[in-house]
């Protein structure tokens, strides 16, 4: 039997500001401020799984900015987010990892039409990191075959995403491109092997990346009731 507590506590900031430079200028702009700490303990009273005391911080400091304009048939923005990220992560009292991230994600978007036909193009980009609970050093005890574990040294996932989209009339086609660097995977310990006892660590893969491609053709359905 496993008894597990864990609690949170989270503070968060943000502001966004707009200037309206002209009818066809746009800027868009702000800051964002969050810090976020979770700790908690695990025992087990049967003695299969050694106690632990874990304890995580996070601090992010973000700002960003979009400029967006029209002109004519066309329509764009350009974006960029800067991001800092401080983070300790403590196990049974001692920090195990201490970590800096800094992090430029820039956006774009442009959209037009040719007669009738309308097309958008927009790419974006951010950072999937990791959750306290994949960082978590303790260990969940589903039962004597099976538990999990987390990893402290997880790095963060990038997210680069392509979108193309075109319409004519009821017709719609999209073709999304996505791209993930420093791919996180999950992976069963060796132990799985050797004691016939499963520890699923999320681990990260140094050297895998993972793009996907996905389209998608659409006739929209009008349906008129007199």
């Known amino acids: 039997h496993m008894q597990n507590d864990q609690r949170n506590r989270a503070t968060a ?4 500001f707009a200037w309206n430079m002209n009818k066809n200028n746009r800027l868009d702009f702000g800051t964002d401020f969050s810090k976020i700490s979770s700790w908690g303990m695990s025992v087990n009273e049967e003695g299969k799984i050694a106690d632990d005391q874990f304890k995580n911080k996070e601090t992010k400091y973000a700002g960003f900015a979009t400029f967006s304009l029209s002109a004519s048939k066309w329509k764009g923005s350009i974006g960029l987010r800067y991001e800092y990220i401080h983070a300790i992560n403590t196990d ?9 991230y800094s992090d430029l994600l820039p956006s774009l978007s442009l959209s037009t039409m040719f007669g009738r036909v ?9 950072v999937n990191r990791p959750s306290f609970r994949q960082l978590n050093n303790s260990v969940s005890y589903n039962n004597q075959y099976h538990y999990e574990q987390g ?3 997880l790095k963060p996932q990038y997210v680069y995403d392509t979108e193309l989209s075109v319409n004519y009339s009821i017709f719609d086609f999209k073709l999304d491109y996505q791209y993930i660097k420093e791919y996180t995977l999950v992976s069963a310990h060796s132990d799985c ?6 520890s699923l660590w999320k681990s990260h893969c140094k050297n895998c990346n993972l793009s996907a491609i ?3 053709f659409q006739r ?7």
């Open 13 to 16: 900031l943000k502001g966004v």
């Open 92 to 100: 049974q009292g001692e920090v195990k990892n201490k970590t800096n």
């Open 220 to 226: 929209l359905q009008m349906f008129f009731r007199k």
């Open 214 to 216: 996905q389209w998608d």
């Open 118 to 126: 309308g097309m958008n193009l927009d790419f974006s980009s951010r």
């Open 151 to 153: 990893n402290i040294y």
């Open 193 to 198: 092997f050797l004691k016939n006892i499963c």
